[in-house]
Each structure stands twice: as structure tokens, then as C-alpha cells.
């Protein structure tokens, strides 16, 4: 993992915490949750305040996640809205985070000026037992702590003030006006620094789990859709008459559940052409079978002289493997902008020459979902799946590794935003 970490193909723009306050304000943090403070001078965190040295110092990298829900939160400052998410169980944890920076950032903003925000993303389930409990999850609450307890402070100071507002004879009480005067000495103004998150119920719509050995949920307005393991606990006694089940490996159905509501952009010359997303196919297809074949040899899958000769060199396994010539056959029919008859491409096929329909508000879940049936395709994975190219990158000789992080880093790294634009038409 090392040259992951050093091409930050992973734990890549995270926040450096080296102040002392922070430090401290971290700590405080962590003793809230009954863990054990950090002796470390420095460290990294994500969005969600998560920090790999801190799992690594506490041997735990689920203190933060704790049975891999109600996930745990620690905002040292508003910056962190910038942050990737790297280490969660459930693919909409970045989404809730940023609806709740976005929802409180007058109070985000002041609170961190001189304490932490920490507590916990909160949901009905402790531990989840079966794909029911997952499918429960229909809302979560942020649970807000702060350090000096500021936020309450402030809740107790606006109570103090209405009731001043309100009462007759209020002002006589002495002790209460002796309080306020205390609190607001360390809440400040409350009448302009709002130190009370308000926004804290939101939706848990569409998401992945990892519970269960991964599963999908789609919501549509009729009828929840889960993706999974058919041997998962709960998969098909759940709310037969709401929910649909589709065994993962079930790919026809799956594919004709993305099509039926309008989750999935068929292939088309006019946006194939384009987006150069069969020549990503053909390259990174040709460096897993190059590299797997002769783990230490010299390949260069980006050169139209080296595919050649290395195609006409390996031709029985080219045409035993089969995804190549396929995929040569689409890209020569896609060219002319010619009309590809879909019922004649088997569910695999259709799923290495779709993506997921630009616009469509589940589109980054979808093209997670593609991912998982073009394996081949790495970047695709690192950019929609990263926990499954991790996993297949710890299963990869040197050779494919180097070729594979520097791939990375020349086309979607270089420019993110651009890259998922350009190839998948996403505008976020």
C-alpha cells in the first residue's frame, strides 16, 4: 500500500492536524466516545474525521465505525466539507456529511473557531442482523456534541433570553441574569454567532452497504430494489409486497432493472464515440491479461504497435478470454454510429458498453453497481468502487501495480472533475 499512499491513490487530500488546540480538541473528541486519547503530534483526517494513524496508534480501524453503523464524526473545521470520505460502510455517508455542513455552516463555522464538533450519524439500528435492518434505515439523525460543550451553552443562553423576552418579571431574576452574563462570556453573541446546528434529520435514500458481503438499495417511489447475496440473511423475507430481491449474480435481471427505470445510458455512438469509453475498456482490458500473463515483462497497453504485436503474438488467448474481439467488434460499430440490436449482446456485454444515465440522481451508485461486472476496467473502479480495486490491488504482481497507479494518476488523478464529465457526463 505504500505506493498507494505516495501517488495518494489512497488517503489522498486528507487534512493535516499538527496544532496543539486541534490536537487537543481531537482528544476531547475521543474521550466523548470513551476511546483513548491520541499521543500522536500528527496526523490525517477526512471528512468525517477519521485519521489512519490514529486507527493504526488505537489498533482499530472501526473507532469511528463501530459495527459499521451509526457512524461517528469529529469536525475540527469547516474545511473539512473539501474531503473525500475513505473509510465508511455505507456508500452515502459523504452525501449526509456534506447536507449537514452545507445545512449548518453558520454554526459549523462559529463552533470551530474555538471547539470541536463530534457525536455520531444516528439511525434505529445498533448492529444490523439481516437485510431488513438495513432496509429500515429510512432516516438519520446527527447527535451533536461539542468539547466545551458550547452548544448547549448557547441552547441554555436562547432559552434564558426568550424567557427574558417573555416573562413579566424575568428581569428580576438575578441568578439567571448572573448566568447569562457567564455563558455568554464564552458563547459570545449568540443574536449573530449561531452556535446551534438546527439541521440534523435527513433522508437515508439510495446506498450501498458493505454489510452482508455488499449489498444495493434502490428506492423508487413504489417499490425498494436490493441488490445482494441471495444467502444474505432477510434476502426475500422482507416485505415481499415493497421490496424486490435480485441475486447479484443475476445479471440479466439486474441489467433489465437499471434499463426498465431509466438508471443506465445504452450504448450509443453519439457519447461512445465521444468519451473514448471503449478505448478505457480496450487498454485497461489488455494490461490485465498482459500483465497476468507475464507478471514481469515490459508492456505498454497505451500503444496502438504494442497492442498489435502483443495481440498477434497471444492470439489463442486473446480469443479464448473473448472480451477483446467483442469489444474491437462494438468499437468498429460504434464508429459509424450504427445500431446495436441489445437483445443480441449477452447481460456481461451490455454492462461493458453502458454506463449510468447522466443527470440520473443515483448515477454515481449505478456506475459503482457497472464496476462490479467489469472488473477489468481499473480505473472505473477506482474512481466508482474503491474498496473492491483495493481489494484486487493486493492481489496484483509489482509490474501491474506501477502500470496501474500510473494510469491513475495520468487520467483521472490529473483532473477528476473533468475526467468523470468527459467519460460518464457527470456535472458534480
Known amino acids: ?24 480538541r481531537y482528544n476531547q473528541a475521543l474521550s466523548g466516545f470513551g476511546l483513548k486519547k491520541t499521543k500522536l503530534s500528527e496526523f490525517r483526517i477526512d471528512m468525517t474525521g477519521f485519521s489512519p494513524e490514529v486507527a493504526e496508534e488505537l489498533g482499530d480501524p472501526q473507532y469511528l465505525d463501530p459495527h459499521g453503523i451509526n457512524r461517528r464524526f469529529i469536525i475540527l473545521s469547516p474545511n473539512q466539507v473539501e474531503l473525500p470520505v475513505v473509510h465508511t460502510a455505507f456508500s452515502n455517508t459523504g452525501h449526509l456529511m456534506h447536507q449537514f455542513f452545507d445545512g449548518n455552516a453558520k454554526a459549523i463555522n462559529a463552533l470551530t473557531i474555538k471547539d470541536v464538533i463530534y457525536g455520531e450519524i444516528e439511525d434505529p439500528i445498533l448492529e ?33 433570553m426568550d424567557r427574558l423576552k417573555k416573562e413579566p418579571d424575568a428581569w428580576r431574576d438575578d441568578d439567571m441574569l448572573h448566568d447569562m452574563v457567564e455563558l455568554a462570556q464564552s458563547t459570545g453573541d449568540i443574536r449573530t454567532n449561531d452556535l446551534v446546528p438546527t439541521e440534523v434529520v435527513f433522508r437515508h435514500n439510495t446506498f450501498w452497504s458493505s454489510h452482508f458481503g455488499g449489498v444495493y438499495v434502490f428506492i423508487d417511489e413504489r417499490e425498494t430494489t436490493v441488490i445482494g447475496d441471495s444467502s444474505a440473511p432477510g434476502f426475500r423475507r422482507s416485505r415481499p409486497w415493497q421490496v424486490s430481491y435480485i441475486d447479484r449474480n443475476d445479471i440479466d435481471l439486474i441489467y433489465r432493472f437499471l434499463l426498465e427505470t431509466g438508471r443506465v445510458d445504452i450504448p450509443r455512438g453519439s457519447w461512445i464515440e465521444r468519451t473514448g469509453y471503449l478505448d478505457q475498456r480496450i487498454e485497461t482490458l489488455l494490461a490485465m491479461l498482459a500483465f497476468h500473463k507475464a507478471p514481469k515483462g515490459k508492456h505498454k497497453p497505451t500503444s496502438k504497435r504494442w497492442i498489435k504485436t502483443w495481440v498477434n503474438n497471444n492470439t489463442k488467448l486473446v480469443e479464448n478470454e473473448g472480451t ?29 458498453l453502458s454506463r449510468a444515465k447522466p443527470g440520473h440522481d443515483d448515477q454515481w451508485l449505478v456506475n459503482r453497481l457497472i464496476s462490479d461486472y467489469v472488473p477489468f476496467d481499473f480505473i472505473t473502479r477506482y474512481v466508482f468502487n474503491k474498496p473492491a480495486f483495493y481489494a484486487d490491488y493486493a492481489t496484483w504482481g509489482d509490474g501491474l501495480r506501477e502500470h496501474v497507479v500510473e494510469q491513475v494518476q495520468d487520467t483521472y488523478l490529473r483532473n477528476k472533475s473533468s475526467y468523470r464529465t468527459d467519460m460518464f457526463g457527470m456535472h458534480s
Do not use: C
Request: charged letters at 35%; a negative charge.
Open 1 to 24: 500500500m505504500k505506493r498507494l499512499e505516495e501517488s495518494e491513490l489512497i488517503f489522498g487530500r486528507m487534512m493535516r492536524v499538527r496544532e496543539p488546540h486541534l490536537i487537543e
Open 128 to 160: 444490523p442482523r439481516d437485510i431488513e435492518d438495513l432496509l429500515s434505515i429510512e432516516q438519520v439523525e446527527f447527535k451533536v456534541f461539542t468539547g466545551q460543550n458550547l452548544a448547549q451553552q448557547a441552547l441554555d443562553l436562547r432559552l434564558m
Open 324 to 352: 477483446l474481439p467483442f469489444l474491437l467488434w462494438a468499437k468498429r460499430e460504434y464508429e459509424t454510429w450504427a445500431t446495436v440490436d441489445l437483445d443480441e449482446i449477452d447481460a456481461r456485454g451490455k454492462f461493458i
